[in-house]
C-alpha cells in the first residue's frame, strides 16, 4: 500500500519568514494530495490540495508543489503569522474513496 | 451548518467493555471514514464506506466493526477494548471518491482511553 513520509516533524520559524514542510510518497499511482491543519483538541482541516495533473497550486500565503517523477510534493507558507502555529498533516490517496494515507505530521512553531 | 457530528467527545473504558462511537453528517456525502490519532503516528485508516451498504477495512481495522447505518450516520465499535485502543478517533465525509468529489471533512474526534 501506499506510504507517506513528512519531514521535519518539528519546524520553528520567525513570524515573517517563510516555512516549508515537505512530503513523499511511494505509490505512483496516487493522484490527489491534500494538506490539513490540526488545531489543538480539534479536527483536521483541509487547507490546500492538489491533483496528479497539476505541479502548483497557490491560495494566498499558501502554496503547493508537486513533482510526479520525484514523487514529492511540499507545502509552502510565506509571511507567517501567529495563527499559523499548529500541527500539518499532508496526505496522499490513489482512489479518493478508498481513504486517505497521511504523514506523520509536522509541528509549525512561528516564533514572535 | 454543522458537517460532521462525533458522539461522545470524550470516555473512559475499562479493558473488556463495549462501546459505540457515532458519526453524522449533514452534507449528503456518499463516503464516510474512521480514522484513529496516535501521538507521532499520524491519522490511520480503520474502515470506510465507499457508499451507502458497503464497508470496507483500512490499514488497521483489528479489533474494531462499523455499521453503515444509512446515508448520513457511519458508527464505530470496539467489542472488548484494549489499552491499545487508547486513542482520538475522528470520522470523515466526502462527496465521493472520484475527481474533485473526494475532499474529506473531519469531525472534531472522540478521545478515547481504555484503562
Known amino acids: 500500500g501506499e506510504n507517506v513520509e513528512q519531514h521535519p516533524s518539528t519546524l520553528s520559524v520567525q513570524e515573517g519568514d517563510s516555512a516549508v514542510i515537505k512530503c513523499t510518497y511511494s505509490?505512483?499511482?496516487?493522484?490527489?494530495f491534500p494538506w490539513y491543519k490540526q488545531e489543538l483538541g480539534k479536527g483536521p482541516q483541509l487547507i490546500i490540495d492538489?491533483?496528479?495533473?497539476?505541479g502548483e497550486k497557490k491560495d494566498q500565503r499558501i502554496a503547493v508543489t508537486l513533482n510526479k517523477t520525484a514523487k514529492h510534493f511540499s507545502l509552502h507558507i510565506t509571511e507567517t503569522q501567529p495563527e499559523d502555529s499548529a500541527v500539518y498533516f499532508c496526505?496522499?490517496?490513489?482512489?479518493?474513496?478508498?481513504?486517505?494515507?497521511f504523514g506523520k505530521g509536522t509541528h509549525l512553531i512561528i516564533q514572535p | 451548518n454543522a458537517g460532521v457530528t462525533q458522539t461522545p467527545k470524550f470516555q473512559v473504558l475499562k479493558t473488556g467493555q463495549s462501546m459505540t462511537l457515532q458519526c453524522a453528517q449533514d452534507?449528503?456525502?456518499?463516503?464516510m471514514y474512521w480514522y484513529r490519532q496516535d501521538p507521532g503516528m499520524g491519522l490511520r485508516l480503520i474502515y470506510y464506506?465507499?457508499?451507502?451498504?458497503?464497508?470496507d477495512k483500512g490499514e488497521v481495522p483489528n479489533g474494531y466493526n462499523v455499521s453503515r447505518l444509512n446515508k448520513r450516520e457511519f458508527s464505530l465499535r470496539l467489542e472488548s477494548a484494549a489499552p491499545s485502543q487508547t486513542s482520538v478517533y475522528f470520522c470523515?465525509?466526502?462527496?465521493?471518491?472520484?475527481?474533485?468529489?473526494?475532499?474529506?471533512?473531519f469531525g472534531a474526534g472522540t478521545r478515547l482511553s481504555v484503562l
Open positions: 470523515a465525509s466526502s462527496e465521493d471518491g472520484t475527481g474533485s468529489k473526494n475532499i474529506q471533512y
Open positions: 505509490d505512483s499511482a496516487s493522484n490527489y
Open positions: 492538489i491533483r496528479s495533473n497539476v
Open positions: 496526505a496522499a490517496s490513489t482512489r479518493g474513496a478508498d481513504g486517505l494515507t
Open positions: 452534507m449528503n456525502h456518499n463516503s
Open positions: 464506506s465507499a457508499s451507502e451498504g458497503t464497508t
